[in-house]
């Protein structure tokens, strides 16, 4: 069990930095001067400047990625424009929320899947045609994202003799 989480946790690493790099890539291209919106269009020049030295914005694009990274791996998420609080201290404040929340969709998901799938399953026989059972196996040669389960799915093919 500890290699499993072992393993999600580094498969986690590639997703977080992808999912970054992206964000910090697009952001940019968001219209609008983020110094012009956080100040205003009458700010005076010097005030702008300095907002925007503080912000890293008057470096290349290369320097703020690293100050991005570094400052994200240290725990620095930045200060959100709306509340001037740390984001990270927004994120902990609403993550009990954020989890009830997906508790509870988790919870209704099962009430309402598990049911309708064991209808579905009971309504097979009912529904089964052989174009479905030929259909089902050219998908399951030609398909490879269904690689990792095909020895499984074509056993229960073959055992069960129609479209699973």
């Given at each position: 069990m500890i290699l499993f989480f072992g393993?999600?946790?580094?498969?986690?690493?590639?997703?977080?930095?992808?999912?970054?790099?992206?964000?910090?890539?697009?952001?940019?291209?968001v219209p609008g001067d983020p110094v012009e919106i956080m100040l205003g269009e009458n700010a005076q020049v010097s005030s702008k400047d300095a907002l925007r030295a503080s912000l890293h914005l008057d470096r290349p694009i290369s320097q703020q990625y690293w100050i991005f990274w570094k400052s994200a791996l240290h725990g620095n998420l930045g200060e959100s424009f709306l509340s001037k609080k740390p984001v990270a201290t927004l994120i902990k404040e609403r993550f009990?929320?954020?989890?009830?929340?997906?508790?509870?969709?988790?919870?209704?998901?099962?009430?309402?899947g598990v049911p309708l799938g064991?209808?579905?399953?009971?309504?097979?026989?009912?529904?089964?045609?052989?174009?479905?059972?030929?259909?089902?196996?050219?998908?399951?040669?030609?398909?490879?994202?269904?690689?990792?389960?095909?020895?499984?799915?074509?056993?229960?093919?073959?055992?069960?003799?129609?479209c699973l």
């Open positions: 393993k999600r946790i580094l498969q986690l690493v590639p997703v977080l930095w992808g999912v970054g790099t992206l964000v910090f890539l697009l952001l940019p291209l009990p929320a954020t989890l009830s929340l997906a508790l509870a969709a988790m919870f209704w998901a099962v009430l309402i064991v209808l579905v399953e009971s309504l097979k026989p009912l529904l089964h045609t052989k174009s479905c059972h030929r259909s089902h196996r050219g998908n399951l040669r030609a398909s490879p994202s269904c690689t990792p389960h095909m020895p499984l799915q074509a056993l229960l093919v073959s055992l069960a003799g129609r």
